[in-house]
């Protein structure tokens, strides 16, 4: 999904996910607590558009963003669908921070069909993962090549901040093009002819590998 463009910078939505959400109950309130991302944690590997990576969130990536908060209006919602809506930042209902870990965000669930029908799932354990979507200016991230020859991208400040969610699968997205694809390949063009052939072959066998572990 475009989010800008010009001659300056490029934002495209991303989306990623982790394992860490969890309900709490206090009588007949049920507050979910959950963490979009973690800090200074090297993700799975991520295939988009072709391209392996791994990535990096800083700690400090959220500050600028959430300095914001009043101007935003992330939505909590299942599976990044705003149709299915648990709550939104605007109306107070949702709370976004940062902590020791990462991105910590926490609501109510509401007395409605979908906020029952969530709690329902997440207390027999059908729902466990946390998501959110963001997009990063181009000169906010840096990569590099871990010792495995992967490319790494760290993210040193998030720009934008769409929703968070309690998603139903954990997959990386694998259609979306985003801006990491681009920054990559201008990343790659700056290594020799030989290395790149020699890191096409690697991505040959990366994928393969990750598709034979799905």
């Given at each position: 999904m475009l989010i800008k463009n010009n001659q300056k910078k490029t934002q495209m939505k991303e989306i990623r996910q982790s394992n860490d959400v969890e309900i709490r109950q206090d009588g007949e309130v049920t507050t979910v607590v959950g963490w979009g991302a973690v800090f200074d944690v090297e993700s799975r590997m991520i295939y988009e558009g072709g391209k392996l990576f791994k990535e990096v969130i800083e700690r400090g990536a959220f500050d600028e963003v959430l300095s914001r908060i009043d101007d935003l209006n992330v939505i909590a919602n299942r599976d990044h669908d705003n149709t299915k809506m648990l709550a939104r930042s605007r109306s107070k209902t949702l709370s976004l921070s940062t902590d020791d870990k990462g991105l910590r965000y926490e609501f109510q669930l509401p007395n409605t069909t979908l906020g029952r029908d969530t709690l329902e799932m997440m207390q027999r354990g059908d729902l466990n993962e946390s998501s959110?979507?963001?997009?990063?200016?181009?000169?906010?991230?840096?990569?590099?090549?871990?010792?495995?020859?992967?490319?790494?991208?760290?993210?040193?400040?998030?720009?934008?901040?769409?929703?968070?969610?309690?998603?139903?699968?954990?997959?990386?997205?694998?259609?979306?093009?985003?801006?990491?694809?681009?920054?990559?390949?201008e990343f790659e063009k700056r290594e020799s002819s030989s290395t790149k052939q020699e890191l096409d072959e690697y991505y040959i066998n990366l994928k393969n590998d990750f598709y034979g572990k799905v």
């Open positions: 959110f979507a963001f997009s990063v200016d181009k000169g906010d991230e840096v990569w590099s090549r871990g010792q495995d020859g992967v490319p790494i991208r760290k993210i040193k400040r998030v720009s934008g901040l769409y929703d968070v969610a309690i998603v139903t699968t954990g997959a990386y997205p694998t259609t979306d093009v985003s801006t990491a694809l681009r920054s990559l390949e």
